[in-house]
């Protein structure tokens, strides 16, 4: 998921951008990240116009992190990826989901979103993905 997945998520608790992150912490999702993303997300969140509506601390927005960071598959960030040159900010995205061999990127940044796959990773945005999951025979 992208730091704009995650931040609605958190924004907006009852979106389908929130049902992504319960399913991540149910374990039926495994989320792939890497500290760049945890560091733009933070940064995201520490906005002081979002930290007004969502109301929480630097270190509940810590907390939060550290908790997500205990559901998810964290890669080392050593591989760089230069697929997007008009936003190169939207490459970590890419460089995360290749080391961590993730089936899906969750996206709305049209960036990602055009690209449409990557060495194999489709890109999807929250909508199409939770369409796809709701496809998916029961395990």
Known sequence: MDANVFVSA??????D????FDLVKAGKVKLIISSDILS???GVLLYPKLRKRHRRT???ID??????????IITSGKMKVEAIKDDP???KY?????EGKADFIISGDHHLIELGIFQGIRILSPSMFLKLLE?????
């Open 10 to 15: 958190v924004l907006k608790p009852q979106s």
């Open 63 to 72: 907390d939060f992190l550290k908790k997500t960071v205990r559901v998810s």
């Open 89 to 91: 900010e939207d490459n």
């Open 94 to 98: 890419l460089a995360a989901a290749a």
């Open 40 to 42: 733009e997300i933070r």
């Open 58 to 60: 630097p270190k509940k």
């Open 135 to 139: 496809k998916q025979p029961a395990k």
């Open 17 to 20: 951008l929130a049902r992504i």
